[in-house]
């Protein structure tokens, strides 16, 4: 970019990302797992024009939470329950932290958690797109960690969490405790940087109480930048 040029704005960058993926990744005919948050609807906006325009075609899509699923059905878009779906070719969703070297991520500031992690699970491919500002050299270094949590005796699954070294906040919203599609709470906490994330997701995970935690750790198969310099696809491992 020359200097004359101003910057692009972070809304720029999240939609330079989201083009890339569609032209890269999406194909007519594929099984498409939709992402949830600000960069994700970009990508489900543009699917969604291209299918309007004939360009592609007959996609099946499965949603990570229902506000993209309404998205993705105002375009027309065809939203499978996933259930309902043996497997997904592709998913693309954003991210709140990208540790570059492993692509390990924390995700659910959105509170899509649970049916993110879901929806990857069940895809061939996982593909997330962001800014540069998602990019850490060590997880837990800006965000904290997400983790879902069932309402019944949540302070109890709190103390858990503080056990094992978190400081867990709950989520609230217009001053009630903020539901998650699965009418489930979120506990956001605060963790020193995450030094072995396998091990904290294992930790997590086997709390009494959680549902789901916001560390995905070896589901990110491509992760596309977009930043200063454009967009590009970071290389595993660099
Ligand atoms: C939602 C998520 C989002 O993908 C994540 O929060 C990134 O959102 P955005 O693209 O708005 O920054 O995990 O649960």
Known sequence: ?????????????????????????????MRVGLGSGSTAELFIEEVG????????????????????????RSFGLEVKE???????????DGADEI??????????????LLREKLVAAASTLEVIIADESKLVSILGEKMP??????????????????ALGGEPALRMTGGQPYLTDGENYVLDCRFPPVTDAKDLAARIKGLTGVVEHGLFIGIAGRVVIAGKTGVYELEKGA
């Open 99 to 112: 540790e570059t070297a492993t692509f390990s991520l924390t995700k659910g500031r959105g509170g899509a």
């Open 1 to 29: 970019m020359s200097e004359s040029q101003p910057a692009l704005t972070q809304q720029e960058l999240k939609q330079q990302a989201a083009v890339y993926a569609v032209d890269t990744f999406i194909h007519s005919d």
């Open 82 to 92: 996933l259930a309902d779906i043996e497997a997904l070719d592709i998913t693309v």
């Open 49 to 72: 024009r291209r299918s309007q325009a004939g360009i592609l075609t007959g996609l099946v899509t499965v949603s990570s939470s229902e506000k993209s699923a309404e998205l993705a």
């Open 145 to 162: 960690i997400p983790v879902e949590v069932t309402p019944f005796g949540w302070t109890h699954t709190a103390n858990r969490l503080r």
